[in-house]
């Protein structure tokens, strides 16, 4: 993909710097110089750089000095990349000894009660007027230096892009360096692209097969969901019965910074297989249905800035506007977390079942793990699960069973039909548990459920066996779940969730919930 201003692919011109590491930004190098001098060396310049840009002023010079730091940080390795944005966080942060000067000339000013309540034309003393101006030099004061190469880099063609991969590498090293310094950047840089990065600087871009190559090849490179497999499926997806939209920014040409594809049904899908794979599809002109089955995000940099939210509702929109049959608006969605969470729980409730069975005195520690006993299947769960493997039996209890099958590389017990009707009911009880009272801070555990409930979804249905992949199994035993957007609705219920973390779930949801509570008595 062109980025303007040396008009250049970022892989490429990454792949050429990196593999010239002796000879940073063309110029010859030292052939017989030790490789960790030349990358010192490289590092060095582009601190240089990066120093530069920050405090010169001219533009003719800024703009080039900024070129210049953008390839040089794209040639440099992860480890000077690291070594470079600790730099930026640490050294290019808030001036703190100014800060604390204008405190303390702020609380120095006597301030009497009422005057900036009573103020007139003549300001005595000058009180009101060094009250402003300081405010205004404190405010100025508590803005980073590298808010300044933010700026800059804004403006700058392809700056945004390098930001992006800037913030990647910065979330990347956080998860290696969790500095208060380093998180207090990304906290800076995050806002800004929020900023840059709002919805009416954005293009909902419909994708078609006539697209340019590049686009194409950005949709079938970055598809997170579920991977196309071929030109025909790309086509297919693209084709009649189907939409694709993605929001473009000007500055990043012929890339969607995040896209959603949709499948025009008669009604909500159960399963991942009638949206992929099925043929043909329907008339458009027969569709009621409008299915949300993928949403992904091009730019891991971007994490965090919920374009998602705000994508659904302009195509939702945009689909109400032409093709106003279509009354419907779901999702058929994974739930990547739900299988690891239900292992973590078999697992648990495991070992305090052989704390009960051994005959020995217990420590006031295992005391304590045993209130946290509870009944994860009802007794006729427990003697279907066993009965259905007896002939090959994984374990002597029910729930020791369902671990072992769980958590095989290889998911055989799919292949049975006595176990999948044994699973069905737990697996499926369980799950709604997962989705609807499972929290982190007060919202869904589960990171697409806290998507789709943000952005004002409810949980309508759960759907067994709907997604038969390896990947299916391993994530979520199969189970898909469809997320409803009522747009009458969509308001109201992310404000319920954003308040007080409250899940609007549909009667079946709430049946699977009822069943669950009565199974922990």
């Known amino acids: 993909m062109e980025i303007g201003f040396v008009n250049f692919h970022w892989k490429e011109l990454e792949k050429k710097q990196r593999s010239d590491h002796c000879e940073p930004f063309g110029m010859a190098g030292d052939e017989d110089a030790a490789a960790s001098e030349c990358s010192e060396s ?40 690291h070594e470079l944005l600790v730099t930026l966080a640490r050294d290019y942060s808030v001036n703190r000894n100014q800060v604390r000067e204008l405190i303390q000339q702020y609380l120095g000013l006597e301030i009497s009660e009422g005057m900036l309540e009573h103020q007139s034309e003549v300001d005595e003393g000058g009180i009101l007027s060094a009250v402003y101006r300081t405010e205004r ?23 945004l892009k390098f930001l992006s991969i800037l913030r990647a590498d910065l979330l990347n090293l956080i998860e290696e360096v ?5 998180r207090a950047l990304d906290s800076y840089l995050k806002e800004k692209l929020v900023t840059w990065l709002s919805p009416a600087v954005l293009e909902l871009h419909r994708i078609t097969w006539d697209d340019s190559a590049s686009l194409l090849e950005k949709i079938v490179a970055y598809e997170a969901v579920h991977p196309i497999n071929n030109l025909q499926d790309l086509k297919r997806r693209l084709g009649v019965g189907r939409r694709c939209f993605g ?14 594809e949709v499948a025009l049904l008669k009604d909500v899908a159960h399963t991942i297989q009638e949206v992929l794979w099925d043929e043909p599809p329907i008339l458009e002109n027969d569709a009621t249905c409008a299915l949300f089955y993928s949403i992904s995000s091009t730019q891991p940099g971007l994490s965090g800035i919920n374009l998602g939210k705000f994508l659904i509702k302009r195509v939702i929109e945009l689909v109400r506007r032409d093709m106003p049959c279509v009354l419907t608006f779901a999702t058929l969605s994974p739930i990547p977390g739900y299988i690891q969470w239900l292992l973590s729980k078999l697992a648990s409730q495991l070992k305090l079942a052989e704390l009960d069975s051994e005959d020995k005195r217990v420590s006031s520690e295992d005391m304590t793990a045993r209130t946290f006993r509870e009944n994860l299947l009802y007794p006729e769960e427990e003697q279907e699960i066993l009965a259905s ?15 072992c099958l769980l958590r095989s590389r290889n998911p055989e017990w799919v292949k049975s039909d006595r176990l999948l009707a044994a699973l069905q009911a737990p697996l499926m009880r369980l799950c709604s548990r997962y989705l609807v009272r499972e929290k982190k801070r007060g919202k869904a555990l589960d990171a697409v459920a806290n998507f789709h ?15 038969r ?53």
Not at 247 to 260: M, N, R, S, V, W
Not at 489 to 500: G, H, K, P, T, V
Request: aromatic letters at 10%; hydrophobic letters at 40%; proline letters at 5%.
């Open 42 to 81: 490289k590092a060095k310049r582009v601190r240089d750089f990066m120093h530069e840009a920050i405090h010169m002023k001219k533009k003719e010079i800024v703009d080039a000095t900024l070129g210049e730091f953008l390839q040089g940080y794209i040639s440099l390795a992860g480890d000077n990349r």
């Open 178 to 182: 969790n500095l208060p310094s380093l």
């Open 137 to 159: 030099n404190l405010r100025q004061a508590l803005k980073p230096l590298y808010e300044i190469l933010f700026e800059r880099l804004n403006t700058y063609p392809g700056g």
């Open 469 to 521: 992949s390896e990947k299916g199994f391993h994530q979520s035993g199969g189970i898909m779940v469809n997320y409803l957007y009522r747009p009458g609705e969509i308001e109201e219920n992310a404000q319920l969730y954003f308040n007080s973390g409250h899940i609007q779930a549909s009667p079946d949801i709430q049946r699977y919930l009822e069943l669950d509570t009565h199974s922990r008595i």
């Open 247 to 260: 929001y473009l920014h000007p500055a990043i040409p012929c890339e969607p910074l995040i896209f959603i």
């Open 453 to 467: 409930l943000q952005n004002g979804a409810m949980i309508h249905r759960l759907n067994w066996m709907a997604d």
């Open 389 to 403: 493997c007896a002939e090959n039996p994984t374990g002597n209890s029910a729930v020791e069973v369902m671990l």
